[in-house]
Nanobody, 124 residues
Framework: QVQLVESGGGLVQAGGSLRLSCAAS????????MAWFRQAPGKQRELVAQ??????TYADSVKGRFTISRDNAKNMVYLQMNSLRPEDTGVYYC???????????????????WGRGTQVTVSS
């Protein structure tokens, strides 16, 4: 019903920048919240940033370096990552708390959807 597709990952040197994008598609009625998570090798998935109704929050480790933004008309979310560090390396996942339309075109309860992730590697 809903697909989230990330793009923009890659290999960058420490101090560099990357911009991640995530496109949501499908039978979407509304998107309550969109977020970026990341998972480093051997570690648990962690919340990096989220945005809902214009308000955004960040993990302490990325405050001042990362910026999350949304384009509601296009169902897109972005993550601008500056001053990247080797510890930012990991797979970055797009997440959305989304209300979808059922077969009768009626809105259902919101639920979480995930993208497949995009790899970000920061070399020292």
């Amino acid at each position: 019903q809903v697909q989230l597709v990330e793009s923009g990952g890659g290999l960058v040197q420490a101090g560099g920048s990357l911009r991640l994008s995530c496109a949501a598609s499908g039978s979407i009625f509304s998107i309550n919240r969109m977020a970026w998570f990341r998972q480093a090798p051997g570690k648990q998935r962690e919340l990096v940033a989220q945005i809902a109704r214009g308000d955004s929050t960040y993990a302490d480790s990325v405050k001042g370096r990362f910026t999350i933004s949304r384009d509601n008309a296009k169902n897109m979310v972005y993550l601008q990552m500056n001053s990247l560090r080797p510890e930012d390396t990991g797979v970055y996942y797009c997440n959305g708390l989304i209300v979808v339309l059922d077969q009768l075109r009626l809105p259902t309860s919101p639920r979480d959807y995930w993208g497949r992730g995009t790899q970000v590697t920061v070399s020292s």
